[in-house]
């Protein structure tokens, strides 16, 4: 796949879908009663960012930002695309023409990075969720079903790879 549109196309197809199924899941543990990151809380964090404004004692605390809400979800399509097009370069961009689980999973769990070093100590909860005030079996569940989460994107952007990879000519 030598065109640099292709390759973007792909990159993006795969994002957007892989992070589509992870919203999925999302939604299904919520009827669980299982929640989820607010991505708007992420538009926050994110809005206050430039600036200057990285950590925060308790994003819930911070002031609001207008379009917080949009800036999360955007944000979060847009490092789905980021991490399927980090995929690609890790993995070769022929990769998408003959996708396997492998490479999609290590990537997809390897992005559970960003979340534990990252955002969750930029938006006050510490490293990997550490000053969260659940007890600490709780939070080694929170901790698991961030893993799993991560494991369903990998999973989704395998799956999102046979859809593309089905439609490229």
């Known amino acids: 796949m030598d065109n640099p549109w292709r390759w973007f ?3 993006l197809a795969i994002g957007i ?3 589509a199924l ?9 009827r669980f009663g299982i929640s989820s990151l607010d991505w708007c809380l992420a538009g926050r964090w994110m809005g206050h960012s430039p600036r200057g404004r990285f950590v925060h004692e308790s994003i819930g605390h ?10 999360g979800w955007g944000l979060h399509y847009a490092s ?8 690609l370069a890790l993995a070769g961009s022929d990769w998408a023409q003959r996708p396997t689980l492998a490479p999609a999973l290590a990537v997809g769990l390897g992005t559970v990075i960003l979340p534990f070093f990252v955002m969750q100590p930029g938006m006050g909860a510490g490293i990997a969720a550490s000053k969260t005030p659940d007890p600490t079996r709780a939070r080694a569940r929170a901790r698991l079903r961030s893993l799993l ?3 369903v994107f990998g999973v989704g952007m395998y799956v ?3 859809i593309v990879a089905a439609s490229l000519p």
Do not use: M, N, Q
């Not at 789905?80 to 995929?87: D, E, N, S, Y």
């Open 17 to 19: 879908g892989a992070t």
């Open 80 to 87: 789905g695309i980021a991490f399927a097009a980090l995929l």
């Open 62 to 71: 911070a002031t609001p930002v207008k379009g917080e809400c949009l800036l």
């Open 9 to 11: 196309s792909c990159a």
């Open 22 to 30: 992870l919203d999925a899941w999302a939604w299904s543990l919520r």
């Open 160 to 162: 999102s790879s046979w």
């Open 149 to 151: 989460a991560h494991a």
